[in-house]
Structures are given as structure tokens and as C-alpha cells.
């Protein structure tokens, strides 16, 4: 990764955390059906917003681009959250709990 994407990240990521402050949040139908089934509150996916750190960039996400965002709720639940700041409220894709058979740890892809 070289400098200007490195930048680009940090800006991506400040874009996120302001809108998860301010919580100018839109929720997908798809994002909601799995925080149902993984008991996930909008407030957790705040905190993730608020605090994670872009694991992944999806510049080329068919809903603009996108960026996999791993974070730790207050109660110290690991979330990842997909979501795009394409427009000018962040879009929630989905979130879910990183784990097997997709995650051997919040950070690394099973091969």
C-alpha cells in the first residue's frame, strides 16, 4: 500500500467515525436481518463505527466504495461492519461476528 492510499484510508475512516457520531446511519435490510440473528444492536454498530479500524477497502463495491471495518464493542465484542460513505450518510451493508468457518481470528481469512 503507498502513502496516498494509506491517506485515503485515514480520510475514509474519518469519514465513517464522524458519521457514526453523529449517527447518520441508514441501515440495509440485509445489515439488519444478520444483526437480528446475531443479536447485534444499532448501538454496537455505533461503537464499531466510532472506534474500529478498516481491515479492508472495497474501492470498487457495486454500492460505491466500501471499506470491512473490525472493532470492539464497549462490553468487548468483536464486530466487523461493511459499509460505504459513497454517499452522504454511512451506509450500514452488514455486520456480522467474525469467526469459522469464513475468520480463524477477527483479522485473518481462513484459506
Known amino acids: ?36 440473528e446475531e443479536d447485534v444492536t444499532l448501538d454496537e454498530v455505533l461503537q464499531v463505527g466510532t472506534t474500529g479500524k478498516i481491515l479492508e477497502h472495497y474501492p470498487e463495491h457495486k454500492r460505491g466504495a466500501c471499506g470491512l471495518l473490525l472493532g470492539r464493542t464497549r462490553r468487548g465484542r468483536v464486530l466487523h461492519i461493511v459499509c460505504t460513505t459513497a454517499q452522504p450518510i454511512l451506509i450500514i451493508i452488514t455486520v456480522y461476528e467474525p469467526k469459522l468457518p469464513k475468520w480463524t481470528t477477527p483479522t485473518q481469512r481462513r484459506r
Open 1 to 36: 500500500m503507498n502513502a496516498q492510499d494509506k491517506v485515503e484510508l485515514v480520510t475514509i475512516l474519518s469519514r465513517i467515525q464522524a458519521q457514526a457520531i453523529l449517527e447518520h446511519v441508514r441501515v440495509t435490510q440485509h445489515a439488519q436481518q444478520e444483526m437480528v
